[in-house]
């Protein structure tokens, strides 16, 4: 029994955490540079799917105030507002984060042939 309930507890605590990254990423605004699911647009890296290790040290170098490339500064601001848990919650929601994308977002009967469109 005791250790169905610290199951429940730990299940409890790490489905939290993950709501809890994932509303800091949206709050943050963190979707408008890096994509819904951080796959990255443009010349914003992607972030999704990268080991959480090398994502806890990046969050932890721009806390730092260090960056690798010139636009990396603009996420000195946002890195250095998270706290240590947000932090650590943050790393392990890119890691495990995954691109869904819904089957119905596209109408099947679509012809793209000849449009130029997409």
């Known amino acids: 029994m005791i ?8 299940s409890s605590t790490l489905t939290l955490c993950a709501i809890d990254a994932e509303s800091l990423y949206l709050k943050n605004a963190c979707n408008s540079c890096h994509g819904m ?3 990255g647009m443009g010349a914003t890296p992607r972030l999704q799917g990268l080991p959480e ?3 806890l040290r990046r969050l932890k170098d721009l806390q730092k105030g260090k960056t690798r490339t010139a636009f990396g ?3 000195i601001s946002f890195a ?3 706290d240590e848990n947000q932090t650590i919650a943050m ?3 890119l890691a495990n984060l995954k691109t869904t994308i819904d089957k119905e977002k ?3 009967e679509y ?3 000849g449009d130029g469109g997409s």
């Open 3 to 10: 250790k169905k309930i610290s199951l429940f507890i730990l």
């Open 37 to 39: 699911y951080a796959e």
């Open 53 to 55: 290790s090398v994502l």
């Open 73 to 75: 500064s603009v996420m």
């Open 80 to 82: 250095k507002a998270l």
């Open 91 to 93: 790393a392990k929601y």
């Open 106 to 108: 596209y109408d099947i």
């Open 111 to 113: 012809d793209p042939a």
